[in-house]
Nanobody
Framework: QVQLVESGGGLVQPGGSLRLSCAAS????????MGWYRQAPGKQRAWVAV???????NYKDSVKGRFTISRDNAKNTVYLQMNSLKPEDTAVYYC?????????WGQGTQVTVSS
């Protein structure tokens, strides 16, 4: 099993930036594919970005060119750098770890984009 703790959320103005972190413990972090999801008020949780154990990345179309996912296996941490934030990016952001058929989730961190 792996335990995940997200941090770095907050209130930011449109056009601003935030960097989310997700610290993992309890297992061998480097073998997991890591992802970020978000859930806006009244909506279902939606996938945002993924980074595989091999370092390949993929993004939801609406965040391409604005968000960057990365990982530091030495620190057991995955990051989501979010630039040019828009009000529609407002959501609770969750990271997940996947290996085979297993998935583990963090508790989420709130991101609010508002002037």
């Amino acid at each position: 099993q792996v335990q995940l703790v997200e941090s770095g959320g907050g209130l930011v103005q449109p056009g601003g930036s935030l960097r989310l972190s997700c610290a993992a413990s309890g297992s061998i972090f480097s073998i997991y594919d890591m992802g970020w999801y978000r859930q806006a008020p009244g909506k279902q949780r939606a996938w945002v970005a993924v980074i595989t154990s091999g370092g390949s990345t993929n993004y939801k179309d609406s965040v391409k060119g604005r968000f960057t996912i990365s990982r530091d296996n030495a620190k057991n941490t995955v990051y989501l750098q979010m630039n040019s934030l828009k009000p529609e990016d407002t959501a609770v952001y969750y990271c997940d770890a996947r290996l085979g058929g297993s998935a583990y989730w963090g508790q989420g961190t709130q991101v609010t984009v508002s002037s």
